[in-house]
């Protein structure tokens, strides 16, 4: 699904309100800011044409299935910059309110957009410019695919029959070592480090649910059929009351 001018205006507007939730994030000065913030949603704006493009040519020539590809790519792309538009936005205008603070320390966006990973028969893909890391990550998320949901399942034993939001998300970040034991949603509202990160994030509602995203792509137990567990899904879903999470560096 493409987004076009007001769409886009309240989509960034969305984030920005979400972002108005979080506490604790690091400071971004003002001018420094909306550079950053003008960067990202100029480039947003070439994914949205190239997204464009891509859709209209995968209309016209059905038979070529590269182009479907190509137009879900430059949406993940555009995505993953619309969020970080908002971020800096938001962290300009929080600033400009306090006084002076000292430039940020957290891991700053890569200088080239990290590619989308792709989706084929339920499963998800990297391209071989992505870190290895991200690689590790989803090969533990793709071993969930055909994994039930579960209550509590996950929580005891991390090989498990099935699996809960927390403990599906916990799998992921265990496998590929970037955490120690399985965690909450209350928990891991307080893993990492706040705001979206360049390759992953963690959506927390504490409490209430959770889910993360790998280069766009969303991995999540809601979005399905009644007892589904967790899948990727390239649907769109509400943020609303959810924090942005992401491990250092990533």
């Not at 972002?19 to 994030?25: E, K, M």
């Not at 016209?60 to 993953?80: D, F, I, N």
């Not at 990160?197 to 790998?214: M, P």
Request: aromatic share 10%; hydrophobic share 40%.
């Amino acid at each position: 699904m493409r987004l076009h001018g007001r769409q886009h205006q309240l989509f960034i507007a969305f984030f920005l309100a979400l972002l108005l939730q979080s506490s604790g994030v690091a400071q971004v000065l003002p001018a420094d800011g909306a550079r950053k913030s003008w960067q990202h949603a100029s480039e947003a704006g070439r994914a949205a044409q190239w997204g464009a493009y891509h859709s209209q040519q995968a209309r016209l020539q059905p038979h070529r299935s590269e182009y479907a590809l190509l137009a879900w790519q430059w949406k993940a792309y555009e995505t993953q910059q619309m969020q970080w538009a908002a971020y800096y936005q938001q962290q300009e205008k929080q600033t400009a309110s306090r006084p002076a603070m000292p430039q940020p320390t957290m891991p700053q966006p890569a200088a080239s957009p990290a590619p989308p990973v792709m989706l084929r028969n339920g499963f998800a893909y990297g391209l071989s410019t992505l870190p290895h890391l991200i690689h590790r990550l989803l090969g533990a998320a793709n071993a969930l695919q055909n994994k039930p949901y579960l209550l509590g399942g996950g929580h005891r034993r991390l090989d498990d029959v099935g699996y809960d939001c927390s403990s599906a998300t916990s799998y992921v970040l265990i496998k590929a070592g970037l955490l120690q034991a399985v965690l909450n949603s209350s928990q891991l509202a307080g893993y990492g480090e706040p705001g979206p990160g360049r390759f992953i994030t963690l959506w927390v509602k504490s409490g209430h649910h959770v889910f993360l995203t790998i280069c766009g792509l969303r991995l999540d137990t809601s979005g399905g059929r009644v007892s589904e567990g967790p899948r990727w899904r390239t649907a769109e879903r509400s943020l609303a009351g959810f924090m942005p999470r992401h491990p250092p560096g990533l």
